[in-house]
Nanobody, 122 residues
């Protein structure tokens, strides 16, 4: 059974930084795509970034230039370094994995974690 466990969320003031981490377990091979998405209260989930096993990286326009995704295939981990945080970044952040494709469309991911809360105050 595949499990994704996030950590690193918390509360920070605008302009601050946070680093989210995700450990994937329950299988032996690296997933084709590891990514992050977020969901704020009352809003649709939004793909934030992904990192394919071939090294392709993509960010949403809303975080491009502020967030950095990284991946360690030997440890089956993916991280999201978030800088210059804004109040509108406040959301539950989820780690996600998929075996067939990479996309910022959250509906395409086969697996997702339980989420970690990020709160940015002004």
């Amino acid at each position: 059974q595949v499990q994704l466990v996030e950590s690193g969320g918390g509360s920070v003031q605008a302009g601050g930084s946070l680093r989210l981490s995700c450990v994937a377990s329950g299988y032996s091979n690296s997933r084709k795509c590891l990514g992050w998405f977020r969901q704020a209260p009352g809003k649709d989930p939004e793909g934030v970034a992904y990192f394919s096993i071939l090294g392709t990286i993509r960010y949403s326009d809303s975080v491009n230039g502020r967030f950095t995704i990284s991946r360690d295939n030997t440890k089956n981990t993916v991280a999201l370094q978030m800088t210059s945080l804004k109040p509108e970044d406040t959301a539950m952040y989820y780690c996600a994995a998929d075996d067939t494709s990479c996309s910022l469309d959250v509906q395409t991911y086969q697996y997702r974690g339980q989420g970690t809360q990020v709160t940015v105050s002004s």
